[in-house]
């Protein structure tokens, strides 16, 4: 007898969890095969230090060869589900496309960044979901104090304010972490004296992380603002623009950087497959299967799960209930198969962590409220119990920053228009010719804060620096490509230096027509790497099934 095929899609806090729990309680019995876009395990809680230059970036990601030996690893996003078939077709990182049968399926494909109708956030935002996305980040903050160290006052403010749209558990801690991070890149050098960057919060709700209770909101509140964060409740973005933000009360803010961190959306992938969904989650019952589809599971964030502490409501979509879904999931399917018998998911919380930065952080492990150092230890306690592994590299990483200053460097390795906002796979960096999952090209990339090309040029044209276009001398207006060599976004761009700033000191429009830059894909590779408009709807922002993981 042939043995059963369980197929795992993600490799998220549940997917992971799930797939590690399976191995060790099917003994070689079954099959287990893992579909996941890329070969580590994102430990996000720890993201927001990897953006601050505490962690290195592979202190946070976990193998899964090297962690999961009994388990087969498919390198692939998943396109189409043939729930009458039982087969997952998916695309692997080469663009070859292949196709997995099952037995019994696992659906954790998790979240994405959660969009809002807001004009301008989708072309100049960036999310903060995935490893690209915090590398970009990191490069882009130092570039930022950088440039501004040799900017007119003027624009010396708008490259030194950093506006974080979110307060709840990652946009608290990229703001406190983002502080931290840019005075130190000031105070430690003396010719930028006189530097004063600034990071303002912004959030709808009442008070920083409303999720969580009042008491460690206004510890989170107290150290954010005593460290010089701008927080502003009832406050969010009317409108994005190349030059800053416009937000609800009026105000106009100069400012390059514009961080996305107002939560996540169940990954489109569930959507697609026909079934009961609650807000963009599908359906399950309390053993995690999907009605009339015994065969076929789901957890963490792409799964509405009833909450049996709360009738009539589901869990949230946070780290915590994905782990603990994870486990149980992988016992259910166990028990599909005939080993051991199913249990419904119940969880209480034991309490919340924060990591505020330095040896700052909020917590409440059960119950008991912390602030100050004690709440620092506590966080650094649990995430290094969490971890599935990297915990000695995870602790020496402190220790020495603890003890030497940081390094401040740009390493150049994801640029603008490979992390846009709007995608369905955020844990991979757009590529040249790139496509998004179950599309067929990309469209020309965005302008966005810090400095990319628009989408659309005056006229209707293609972007005048992207692949497929035509050079500048083409464009209305006969100007040359505005890029210089050397990846400098456009004259116009934020972000960027005037024209009479590149090499060679004469303007723009005197000059040839230079090679496409670094930061730019090369002519002639296939469809630009921008992203591919999405067939789903902006959320609405009041939808509480949308979480913050």
Not at 296 to 304: I, N, T
Request: proline share 10%; charged share 20%.
């Amino acid at each position: 007898m042939s043995r059963p095929r369980i197929v795992i899609v993600g490799a998220g806090f549940a997917g992971y969890r799930t797939a590690r729990t399976l191995s060790r309680l099917a003994r070689g019995r079954a099959e287990i095969v893992l579909l996941n876009p890329t070969d580590y395990f994102l430990y996000l809680p720890l993201l927001p230090q990897v953006a601050a230059g505490v962690l290195e970036p592979r202190r946070v990601t976990i193998s899964l060869s090297g962690t999961l030996p009994h388990v087969r690893l498919v390198l692939g996003e998943a396109d189409r589900i043939d729930l009458d078939g039982r087969t997952v077709h998916y695309t692997g990182p080469e663009g070859d496309g292949g196709t997995l049968a099952y037995d019994r399926l696992v659906l954790a494909a998790g979240s994405v960044n959660k969009l809002l109708p807001i004009p301008g956030v989708a072309e100049h935002a960036h999310g903060f979901r995935s490893l690209p996305e915090a590398l970009y980040l990191r490069d882009h903050v130092t570039r930022q104090v950088e440039l501004a160290a040799a900017a007119d006052p003027e624009s010396c403010a708008a490259r030194c304010t950093f506006v974080v749209v979110g307060a709840g558990y990652t946009g608290t801690e990229v703001a406190a972490h983002g502080q931290l991070f840019t005075d130190a890149q000031v105070s430690r050098h003396p010719l930028r004296a006189g530097m004063r960057p600034r990071w303002l919060l912004l959030d709808v709700a009442d008070r920083v992380l409303p999720e969580l209770g009042e008491r460690l909101s206004r510890t989170a509140d107290k150290v954010l603002r005593g460290r010089g964060v701008d927080v502003r409740m009832g406050t969010s973005v009317k409108e994005a623009t190349h030059e800053g933000v416009l937000l609800t009360d009026g105000e106009f803010v100069d400012t390059r950087t514009l961080v996305w961190c107002v939560g996540v959306r169940p990954d489109p992938l569930a959507e697609s497959l026909g079934l009961p969904m609650e807000r963009g989650r599908l359906l399950v019952d309390p053993h995690l299967q999907v009605p009339g589809r015994p065969e076929v599971f789901a957890c963490g964030d792409a799964a509405a799960v009833p909450d049996l502490e709360k009738p009539g409501e589901y869990t949230p979509m946070t780290a915590q209930h994905a782990w603990r879904q994870g486990k149980l999931c992988a016992h259910n399917v166990a028990a599909s198969c005939g080993d051991g018998e199913r249990r419904a998911y119940r969880h209480k919380d034991m309490g919340f962590v924060v990591d505020l930065g330095g040896v700052k952080a909020a917590a409440n492990p059960l119950g008991v409220h912390l602030s100050g150092p004690a709440a620092g230890a506590v966080t650094r306690g649990y995430h290094l119990a969490a971890m599935p592994g990297n915990r000695v590299r995870v602790a020496a990483d402190w220790l020495l920053d603890a003890v030497l200053p940081r390094q401040a460097v740009q390493l150049g390795l994801v640029r603008s228009w490979s992390v846009p906002l709007d995608t369905a796979s955020p844990e991979l960096a757009r590529v040249p010719g790139g496509q998004e999952r179950g599309q067929g090209g990309g469209e020309p990339v965005k302008s966005r804060l810090g400095g990319e090309p628009a989408k659309n040029q005056p006229g209707g044209e293609p972007a005048r620096n992207q692949p497929g276009g035509e050079p500048a001398r083409n464009q209305p207006g006969g100007e040359p490509a505005r890029n210089q060599p050397g990846g400098e976004p456009a004259r116009n761009q934020p972000g960027g230096e005037p024209a009479r700033n590149q090499p060679g000191g004469e303007p723009a429009k005197s000059r040839p027509v230079p090679a496409p830059p670094a930061d730019q894909p090369p002519p002639g590779s296939g469809a630009a790497p921008g992203p591919v408009k999405r067939t789903d709807t902006p959320a609405d922002p009041a939808d509480p099934a949308e979480g913050d993981s």
